[in-house]
Structures are given as structure tokens and as C-alpha cells.
């Protein structure tokens, strides 16, 4: 009988642990691997000319896949949650979103963290209804997370993701590219971790030069920030040359760092500091480049548990960086006290001298 019992256990841990290896191999087989450089589309494309010395407004916004509103709590920042709480939900946090966004009317809209169909936001498109809704722009989409299943936490696993980065427009797009930030976690862990890119979108100003704005998502959980400072070095290259050319550079996303001019420490809180949580490298600021951040307007929360005012630990991570033939008019960070997504928008109003 024992050794009956002993067999049986066997046999059991013999499958799970075949079950195991054939999710790994089918994770490496399917693993989402882009070039280094891709070509995108733009749909809808407009036929407006940039101009100088007119005022430009660009938002950002990560919107966190409709699912990390104020209610919420993430797994991977110690909380248990890891989709949107119900359909409904997801759906209302879009529906606020998206009214919020027409509100401002930007000339450029850079959006993270926007689902095709994942598991974790119920399998809606939310690129689709948010390009029907703001039918008057240029589209661009790239994905940058892109996994068949994601098998945690195991009691509701964060399950399947495709997702990515939106630009929206009112300008004409001439060019626009998905670049891939180097760096990657090791095997296996890499298998359901975002890709990391930037899109890129040119576009011609009158005089000849061209604007380069950069939509971006650098990573967050990587210990000691290794891969951070790989994608920052990268970035900081590609602007650099971008300059040297003659052209304007407007930067914008979800650093993932609190930026250069903000302190996290002027915000109350009953938490500590994220272990995950840097500072931007001085010396990554090209010099004569400006940062365009409202130090006063948190735009990110710790989502270890729901967001209570004054508890969470918050600070300014998503921002924008521009060159020096780039004036910044105004900085205005909204602060919708994280009802929709666990970052707040950010509106950076400038001119091109």
C-alpha cells in the first residue's frame, strides 16, 4: 500500500513538473522578439504642417491598462490584484479616460500601458475605442508586451497580455519607428516581462527640420536599476544625435524614475521609500536640455494597496524631456487623484524656436 501511495505521488509530481517545462519551452518558443528597428504605420494621418513660434500642447498618460484605478492593488508591488476588478470597471475607467483626454484637446496625446486584449482588462480593445473616440488625430501603435500567459499570482494569474504604447497626432506623421531599449532580465523571468521600446515620430516643421517625439516606457522592477541605466544611456545617444542634426526632440512617457527638479519627499505618506524607486543620473541630461515636470502634482502611486491620500508613497516619474531649441510654456500635471490609473496625466505646453 505505501509503496501504491508512493507511486501515485510520483507519478503526480512526474506530470506537474512536465506541465512546467512544456509552459517554458512554449514561452521560449512564442517569446515576442521585434527587431531592433520597425517600421510602423499611421492611421488617419493628418495634413497639418508644424510651425514655429506657435504654441504646442503634448499630454501623457499612462493609463494602466484600465485596471489600476484607485480601488487597486498590483502584485508586483506586494498587493494580490492583478487585472481590472470586473468588466464593467474597466470599462468605466476607459469611458473616464477617454472623456478626459477630449477635454484637453492636445495637439500630441503619448499614452502606456494600452491593451488590444489581454486577460487582465477583460479582452478589450481599448486602442480601438480610444482611436473611435478621437477620431480627429493621427494613430500610431506598438506593442511592448506581448505573452501568451502570465501564470501569476496563481490564484487569479495576470494571464494573457498584448498590449503597448499609443501616439495621437494632429500633425502629419512623415515617419514613425519602434525602437527597442537594450537590457533584458535573465531566463525565465524575462518570458513575461514587457519588451521595452520608444516610438519615435518624425515630423516635418516648416524650414526643413524635422520634430522628433518620443513616446516612452522604461522599465521599473529590475534590481539596482542595471537595465535602467542601459536604456537611459541608449535614449540619451539617440537624442544626442537626433540634435545634432538640427532637429526639435520632445521626450514624454513613464520614466520610471522621479525626475530631475521633483522631490517625492514634499508629498505626505505613511510609507516608505519603494525599493524600486531611482533617481534620473545626472549625468544623463544632455546639456542645454530641459526637463518639463510639475514638482507639486504627484504623477505615480505605490500600488502595494488601494490609494488612500496621504498613505501611498507617491512621486513625479512620468514627465518630459525637450532640446534646447525647445521652448516649455507651461507644465501642468492633473491631478485626478489616481481615479482611473495609478499615474496621473501630465500636459506640457511648448514652442519651437
Known amino acids: 500500500m505505501l509503496m501504491k501511495i508512493v507511486n501515485v505521488i510520483g507519478v503526480c509530481v512526474g506530470i506537474i513538473l512536465l506541465v512546467i517545462a512544456l509552459y517554458f519551452a512554449f514561452m521560449t518558443v512564442t517569446d515576442y522578439r521585434p527587431k531592433d528597428v520597425v517600421t510602423l504605420d499611421v492611421q488617419n494621418n493628418i495634413e497639418n504642417q508644424l510651425k514655429k513660434d506657435t504654441k504646442i500642447s503634448a499630454l501623457i498618460y499612462n493609463i494602466g491598462y484600465c485596471g489600476l484605478d484607485a480601488k487597486q492593488d498590483f502584485f508586483m508591488d506586494g498587493g494580490k490584484g492583478s487585472r481590472a476588478e470586473s468588466k464593467e470597471i474597466a470599462l468605466k475607467n476607459l469611458q473616464g479616460i477617454t472623456e478626459f483626454l477630449k477635454s ?7 499614452l502606456q500601458e494600452v491593451d488590444i486584449k489581454a486577460t487582465r482588462s477583460f479582452h478589450i480593445n481599448e486602442y480601438e475605442q480610444l482611436k473611435q473616440s478621437l477620431d480627429g488625430y493621427s494613430t500610431t501603435y506598438c506593442i511592448n508586451y506581448k505573452v501568451p500567459w502570465v501564470p501569476v ?5 495576470h494571464g494573457m497580455v498584448k498590449s503597448g504604447l499609443v501616439t495621437f497626432s494632429k500633425y502629419n506623421i512623415n515617419e514613425t519607428n519602434r525602437y527597442k531599449y537594450p537590457g533584458k532580465e535573465k531566463w525565465p523571468r524575462q518570458l ?26 522604461l522599465s ?52 516608505d521609500w519603494p ?11 544632455p546639456e542645454g536640455f530641459k526637463w518639463g515636470t510639475d514638482k507639486n502634482v504627484p504623477t505615480s502611486r505605490t500600488v502595494g494597496t488601494s490609494y488612500v491620500k496621504g498613505e501611498n508613497y507617491v512621486s513625479v516619474i512620468d514627465g518630459f524631456l525637450v ?15 489616481f481615479e482611473y490609473s495609478d499615474h496621473n496625466p501630465v500636459t506640457l505646453e511648448f514652442i519651437l524656436k
Not at 194 to 208: A, H, K, P, T
Request: net charge negative.
Open 323 to 337: 532640446s534646447p531649441n525647445v521652448e516649455i510654456s507651461n507644465v501642468k500635471g492633473h491631478h485626478l487623484e
Open 220 to 271: 521599473a522592477y529590475d534590481k539596482g536599476g542595471v537595465i535602467r541605466k542601459q536604456q537611459l544611456d541608449f535614449l540619451n545617444n539617440y537624442i544626442r544625435e537626433e540634435y545634432e542634426k538640427g532637429n526639435y526632440i520632445v521626450v514624454g512617457g513613464d520614466w520610471n524614475h522621479f525626475l530631475p527638479g521633483t522631490d517625492p519627499t514634499i508629498f505626505e505618506t505613511t510609507m
Open 153 to 157: 499570482p496563481l490564484s487569479k494569474p
Open 104 to 110: 484637453q484637446s492636445a495637439d500630441f496625446i503619448l
Open 192 to 217: 513575461a516581462l514587457l519588451d521595452r521600446c520608444f516610438i519615435e515620430s518624425r515630423m516635418l516643421v516648416e524650414g526643413g527640420k524635422e520634430l522628433i517625439l518620443i513616446n516612452s516606457h
Open 275 to 285: 525599493e524600486w524607486l531611482k533617481e534620473i543620473p545626472k549625468e544623463f541630461t
